[in-house]
């Protein structure tokens, strides 16, 4: 398949990328991911390693777009989890607002 990484086109093939990404150690994932074979790499560790380009020259996006073309998975930043809700009386949320302490 033809897809274009940081303005240069490239013809990448799942087999090509499966065997790149052969013996390359995943480090640890703080964005986007893609997920080849049993291992979960960062997209831009992807990107670099397949493209053979500095990673400041391309986006996640771009290598995320690619790598679910050929039909591998990738997931996107987790979101981060909601602060957990409180069951305040209202006097007390108005309190909590004002700074001061209702009991």
Do not use: H
């Not at 986006?59 to 997931?75: K, N």
């Amino acid at each position: 398949m033809r897809c274009v990484i940081a303005r240069f086109p490239f013809d990448l093939t799942k087999v090509g990328v499966l065997e790149t990404m052969k013996g390359v150690k995943p480090e640890p994932v703080t964005g986007e991911s893609v997920t080849i074979g049993r291992r979960e790499y960062p997209a831009k560790q992807v990107g670099q390693v397949i493209t053979r380009q500095d990673r400041r020259d391309f986006s996640a996006g771009e290598v995320t777009r690619a790598m679910t073309r050929l039909g591998f998975t990738c997931r996107a930043v987790p979101a981060a989890a909601p602060a957990p809700a409180l069951t305040l009386s209202p006097l007390q949320r108005a309190s909590a607002m004002l700074g001061t302490n209702a009991a």
